[in-house]
């Protein structure tokens, strides 16, 4: 089991690349990062979602490797996958996987596009809270941020 040194709650996956600190963990480089959560896709029908990241994600849904967009490139690099979403369906759980190495910018984007939908970054409103949830000053998706150090 891994202690997260810092969490937050985040309402989208859109961090660009950049040479601060990634998403609020005060760290530039050597960064692990985990969101997990549930996502509301709008529709059934098949659906291309995306990671770009520097440097390396993957990206499951209900706990399948969907993207593995894994590397150390130079800038931001994006990679799909494909799923089929059902009407009884359209709730899923994912969780994406975030690491930046020791050298450059970091960044990671997560975006998607589907039925009646172009490509886009998946917003707040599709990251899923259960009605029959309370949640007091948090939501459902969180990232969050093991303490590993080199």
Same mark, same amino acid.
């Given at each position: 089991?891994?202690?997260?040194?810092s969490g937050e709650c985040? !309402?989208? +996956?859109?961090?660009?690349?950049?040479?601060?600190s990634f998403a609020g963990s005060g760290k530039t480089n050597n960064v692990i990062a985990i969101f997990a959560g549930q996502l509301r896709f709008p529709s059934a029908g098949s659906?291309?979602?995306?990671?770009?990241?520097? *440097? $390396? !994600?993957?990206l499951y849904?209900?706990?399948e490797v969907v993207i593995n967009n894994d590397g150390v490139p130079k800038s931001m690099k994006e990679?799909? $996958?494909? +799923? *089929?979403?059902t009407e009884v369906g359209? +709730?899923?759980?994912?969780r994406l996987e975030y690491f930046k190495g020791d050298l450059g910018a970091n960044g990671l984007i997560l975006k998607w596009k589907g /039925?009646?939908?172009?490509? !886009?970054?998946?917003q707040t409103t599709n990251f899923y809270t259960p009605t029959d949830v309370s949640i +007091? $000053?948090? /939501?459902?998706?969180?990232?969050?941020?093991?303490?590993?150090?080199?």
């Open positions: 089991m891994h202690l997260a040194y985040i !309402s989208q +996956i859109n961090f660009s690349q950049s040479t601060s659906w291309t979602l995306y990671t770009a990241s520097q *440097d $390396g !994600s993957k849904i209900d706990d990679k799909s $996958g494909t +799923i *089929d979403v359209l +709730i899923k759980e994912f /039925p009646g939908k172009s490509k !886009s970054v998946v +007091i $000053g948090l /939501p459902a998706y969180a990232i969050s941020i093991p303490n590993v150090s080199r």
